[in-house]
């Protein structure tokens, strides 16, 4: 906070008298018409503003310096563009309708911002309207839907990112600018973060530690928040969707504002009773009940902005345990009383708790940006078995996040130096422990670069990491022990604009991951788990080397991305099962560790064969296994299957006067086969293929060019399918003694309703 606070001082002493102003028109390609409503942000500034009824903007207060501004409009292609401010103050747009085409789009690079193109590593980008479309139970749910991208679920509630087969720690997500950091490593641990404050995603395909160091070997999810609304308003939002199978329903309340100061608040709540599906009725123990309050409060200056976050999240989520009826092979209620249509918590049960606050600045300093993040988060998990009023297990796990760098550009080349890192200390404070209290310090310097040339855009860096783990002791349970790891990891990438539609890329990577302290000394189990678990204390880190190759191609009647990637990892960390050897009445899994390979594609492509209709199919597939091993344990566990997705789409009304963006699709989710399993002593078992059949329908209501309501219906699972995903942790309850059949199945048919009011002051 002083090293900001100097920062600021010395930014507005030298930016006093040095702001800019840009004005412009915004108008239609088509017929020369102004456009109103047209939203214009600056991404590196957390400001923007908005043309008026005469397609005319102005904003003052700029920094005069290269910035990249954003120009949005409904049912058009987005437009993205650099602008020097020491030369520029005035700027127009013409803006087209939206196509086939892949949109430009600004994503998180190596050296700050980016644009989409010239990414030299496969960027999925999850818009708002594409997460609207989807029906969901939690983000991580909702952003399963992209090629390249698995979630391992334990029912509704709690859902893990795996991205081209890797998953726990090996994927880091970023929300509010920082790390998220919430007991990530465990199976029954999800992402604890508001769906309805994320307004779009970006996923990162491929070791991202330049940026954010271990744990970021897969890649990232960067969740991204609303972005600043104009100066001179007040914008609210109220949004609500209810689900048939489950009874789900949320609301989310949002008041937004720009004045002197910018400011934002949020209410989010949202609850389910047990899911059913055809084989199991309904699932006791799956209901769940989650509650998030956040607010932001904002500078936005000429010296650059500040920004502070805050927000809780509350998590109540069952617990599923599986058991069975011997005479009915129904599964057991939790305690005579219970209801299966229950919002309220029901033992077995959790209780889930996050708060963050995040301290966010941009300060312009000569030619350059520094950027200065601090964090705090403290993540309490709870587990009541016996009573709702005492719980079991009771771990607390308290984090410090920060990161400090300068981006400068300089000759044509864009450079970014800085160092970030993290303190972490978890506290066991109920009577079962599964693993040591903790202290863990973690430290980082990277530098990396990007240039953008007539046909090649190039980029790269390295980064130095070194983390420190020490382990406290517990009377017959856990040792003490400290270890220290640390690891070189660097990036080297290029794309080739071969054309003005056709671009291919290229990347080679090392990326880096220290074992988590569940890998290096668990010794317990707990409720909602079904096995006993054991570390190993002599784990090395993960060490690894990816190749990508890629292309994307767009045209006014097709859009398509390609992507290959092999990746070779020594150490690699997972679990199996030991043979016969059951601790505390459970099976005894032990980790251990063997290099591997992987390789795999993800290949989309939309056919655009006439004006409203679209053909959309994506396909993403990976083969993962230890090297050098026999077949019962040649393959990884948790190794998502090939997967095809296909949807038609028709686009009624694209831009109408009353109605905008008013569709009707109808989809098909097809999941192969997965017999690539780990065999050895049935740590894992196969899982059978599975297509489900799906719809939807949507559109957007207008009133004087602005939005005024978003509704969509969404229908999954029609045929009422009954299956199991290979990554549920459900597939391998309690074997049901009247069918045979093992585990509990996946929710069963589903109609979704979706209701997103914006409001402008």
């Not at 599964?331 to 918590?345: A, G, M, R």
């Not at 297509?691 to 957007?700: I, P």
């Amino acid at each position: 906070m002083l090293l900001t606070a100097l920062c600021l001082s010395m930014a507005t002493a030298v930016a006093s008298a040095l702001t800019a102003t840009l004005t412009g028109i915004v108008t239609h390609n088509g017929d020369g018409l102004a456009l109103p409503g047209v939203t214009l942000f600056f991404p590196d500034l957390n400001t923007g503003t908005v043309t008026g009824d005469d397609g005319h903007y102005s904003i003052d207060g700029l920094p005069l310096a290269s910035v990249t501004v954003q120009v949005s409009y409904i049912g058009h292609q987005t437009i993205v563009k650099d602008i020097d401010l020491r030369h520029t103050t005035h700027m127009d747009f013409v803006m087209k309708e939206s196509n086939a085409m892949i949109n430009e789009v600004v994503v998180t690079a190596f050296t700050g911002t980016s644009q989409l193109k010239n990414s030299p590593t496969p960027v999925n980008v999850v818009s708002h309207h594409d997460l609207h479309a989807v029906a969901s139970t939690n983000i991580i749910d909702a952003l399963a839907q992209q090629p390249g991208i698995s979630q391992l679920t334990t029912g509704g509630a709690i859902s893990k990112p795996v991205i081209r087969g890797l998953g726990y720690n090996r994927v880091a997500v970023v929300s509010d600018g920082i790390r998220q950091e919430g007991q990530q490593w465990g199976d029954e641990h999800g992402i604890e973060v508001d769906a309805d404050r994320v307004q779009s995603a970006e996923v990162l395909n491929g070791p991202a530690s330049l940026m954010y160091g271990s744990d970021a070997m897969a890649g990232v999810l960067v969740l991204n928040n609303m972005p600043a609304i104009a100066k001179g308003r007040i914008e609210a939002n109220v949004n609500t969707q209810y689900q048939t199978n489950n009874g789900l329903w949320d609301y989310s309340l949002n008041v937004a504002g720009n004045k002197q100061v910018l400011w934002d608040l949020r209410w989010s709540q949202r609850m389910a009773h047990a899911y059913k599906n055809r084989y199991d009725g309904y699932v006791t123990g799956s209901q769940f009940h989650q509650r998030a309050l956040s607010g932001l409060l904002g500078l936005s200056r000429k010296w650059g902005n500040s920004t502070l976050m805050v927000n809780h999240f509350h998590l109540t989520p069952g617990i599923v345990e599986g058991e069975r009826d011997s005479e009915t092979g129904r599964l057991e209620v939790p305690s005579d009383d219970y209801n299966v249509k229950t919002y309220h918590k029901a033992l077995p049960f959790q209780q889930v708790r996050h708060t963050k606050a995040v301290l966010d600045n941009s300060i312009f300093l000569g030619e350059g940006r520094l950027k200065l993040i601090v964090g705090y988060q403290h993540n309490q998990r709870q587990e009541f078995e016996e009573s709702p009023d005492e719980p079991a297990l009771d771990f607390r796990l308290h984090t410090v996040n920060y990161d400090a760098r300068y981006i400068i550009g300089l000759g044509g080349w864009k450079l970014a130096a800085g160092a970030n890192g993290m303190w972490q200390q978890s506290l066991n404070r109920g009577e079962e422990v599964l693993i040591p209290e903790y202290k863990l310090l973690d430290i980082g310097v990277f530098a990396t670069t990007s240039r953008d040339l007539d046909r090649w855009t190039l980029s790269g860096g390295l980064r130095f990491d070194n983390r420190h783990i020490h382990s406290l002791a517990l009377e017959d349970v856990f040792t003490d022990f400290s270890r220290n790891f640390s690891g070189v990891t660097g990036s080297v990438g290029a794309v080739y604009h071969a054309t003005d539609r056709l671009n291919v890329r290229l990347n080679a990577s090392r990326g880096f991951r220290t074992p988590n302290m569940s890998e290096l000394a668990s010794n317990g189990v707990h409720e909602g788990s079904i096995r006993y678990e054991l570390g190993d204390q002599d784990l090395k880190s993960e060490f690894s080397w990816q190749f990508d190759l890629g292309a994307d191609f767009s045209s006014a009647v097709i859009s398509a991305q390609a992507s290959l990637f092999l990746n070779r990892i020594d150490n690699y960390i997972y679990i199996k099962r030991l043979a016969g050897v059951e601790t505390e009445g459970y099976q005894t899994y032990q980790y251990t560790s063997g290099d591997a390979r992987l390789w795999g594609a993800e290949l989309s492509v939309d056919v655009h064969p006439v004006e409203p209709l679209h053909f959309e199919n994506s396909l993403g597939f990976v083969d993962a296994r230890l090297m050098n091993q026999p077949r019962e344990r040649r393959y990884l566990p948790c190794t998502p299957p090939l997967r095809w997705k296909s949807e038609l789409r028709y686009d009624i009304i694209r831009d109408g006067r009353v109605l905008t963006n008013t569709y009707v699709a109808v989809n098909i989710d097809c999941n192969a086969k997965q017999s690539h399993y780990l065999m050895e002593d049935d740590s894992e078992t196969a899982t059978p293929a599975y297509c489900l059949l799906g719809a939807s329908v949507g559109t957007q209501f207008k009133h004087r060019g602005k939005v005024v309501a978003n509704v969509s219906v969404i229908a999954d699972n029609l045929l009422d399918k009954a299956y199991q995903s290979h990554l549920s942790r459900l597939k391998y309850a309690d074997v049901n003694p009247v069918t045979g059949r093992m585990g509990v199945f996946n929710m069963g048919r589903n109609f979704t309703v979706k209701l997103d009011i914006p409001l402008t002051f």
